[in-house]
């Protein structure tokens, strides 16, 4: 029964993407498109292998192929330089003690301190 239905998933994913690419798409190309039909085809193929059915799997096999041959190459790799950041300046040690020392500032008494009752 899962068998059945794996297939059953293969090949309704496979026409509701062709009908996505066919409404959405340009030129029938949707991004990945390719990359995808070229994945479940293959799925397809090997349950139809592990299945004894020889011939269909080469056909789905060669479907799958030509797929995999329309998909778009990778971009080219850009022509950059590698940038590096200035070199920093280098360490300085800084003695920030001051020599003469500072009085604490007094805190102020509240008025609602001085009030306490007991």
């Not at 590698?82 to 001051?98: C, E, F, H, I, Q």
């Not at 805190?107 to 009030?115: G, L, Y």
């Amino acid at each position: 029964m899962t068998l059945v239905l794996a297939h059953a998933l293969l090949v309704l994913d496979i026409l509701s993407i062709k009908l996505f690419v066919r409404l959405f798409g340009r030129d029938g190309e949707l991004l990945d498109s390719h990359l995808f039909f070229y994945h479940r085809y293959t799925e397809l193929s090997d349950y139809h292998r592990a299945r004894g059915r020889m011939k269909k799997a080469d056909r789905l096999e060669a479907i799958a192929e030509a797929y995999y041959q329309a998909a778009p190459d990778d971009d080219p790799p850009r022509k950059t330089a590698a940038m590096a950041m200035p070199v920093p300046r280098p360490y300085v040690k800084t003695n920030a003690v001051g020599t003469t020392p500072v009085k604490a500032a007094r805190r102020a008494r509240r008025s609602d301190e001085a009030e306490v009752t007991h």
